[in-house]
């Protein structure tokens, strides 16, 4: 069974512009959650969708969106980019909602640098 | 407001020994409680979990122990093997459907051969 992947790899972007950062989940899984780690700082969420919906979010502004496609795959942009949204962004994918109570299943994660 | 808390960057151990990592959490709302581990280049894969209403939960080398009064929970990996090092990362949540992670920020262990 192929395990969650994430695409690209490795990305560079200069200040304001945006940047979108795909993500395909185990097969059959429908929930996908997204996390930014930052050094010192751990990982830390960002949303969740399953079926489509966004069922929960994080404390980050408005310039980070994502969306949920009817294949489970997802998609999160952020806009306006900044220094400090250089990042390791994570996507992790589980059966059912609520992720945190079940375990989930991380990508590689998509390296952003924002120069 | 760092409401997860790994105040250890870093453990170096011997192989075979215990190693021993920490976590302390200020949210007493937390019931639920989990341990990842990350090698460079790779996403964190789960290890363990507990629920707040134990107090140790044991798989294999891998054993948690929660201390709920002292909002604190460690992780013992015995024997420790050169294959453990690794950041590890532990991780807690409440709340019904809208249960998020909130992690805290990693302890990098290194078993010395």
């Known amino acids: 069974k192929a395990g969650v992947t994430q695409t690209p790899r490795y990305l560079i972007k200069t200040r304001g512009q945006q940047v979108t950062l795909s993500c395909s989940p185990i097969s059959g899984h429908r929930s996908v959650s997204w996390y930014q780690q930052t050094p010192g700082q751990g990982l830390q969420f960002l949303f969740e969708y399953f079926s489509e919906t966004q069922r929960n979010k994080g404390n980050f502004p408005g310039r980070f969106s994502g969306r949920q496609f009817s294949n489970s795959r997802s998609e999160m942009n952020v806009s306006t980019l900044e220094l400090g949204d250089s990042a390791l962004y994570l996507c992790?994918?589980?059966?059912?909602?609520?992720?945190?109570?079940?375990?989930?299943?991380f990508g590689p994660g998509t390296r952003l640098t924002v120069l | 407001d760092q409401q997860v808390k790994q105040n250890s960057p870093s453990l170096s151990v011997q192989e075979g020994r215990i190693s021993i990592l920490n976590c302390d959490y200020t949210?007493?709302?937390?019931?639920?409680f989990l341990w990842y581990k990350k090698y460079p280049a790779e996403g964190p894969t789960f290890l363990i979990s507990?629920?707040?209403?134990?107090d140790k939960n044991e798989d294999g080398r891998f054993t948690v122990f929660l201390n709920k009064s002292a909002k604190h929970l460690s992780l013992h990996i015995v024997p420790s093997q050169p294959g453990d090092s690794a950041v590890y990362f532990c991780a807690a949540s409440y709340g019904g459907s809208a249960r998020q992670l909130t992690f805290g920020s990693g302890t990098q262990l290194t078993v010395l051969p």
């Open positions: 992790a994918s589980s059966l059912v909602p609520g992720g945190a109570y079940n375990e989930q299943f």
């Open positions: 507990i629920s707040s209403i134990k």
């Open positions: 949210n007493s709302m937390f019931d639920y």
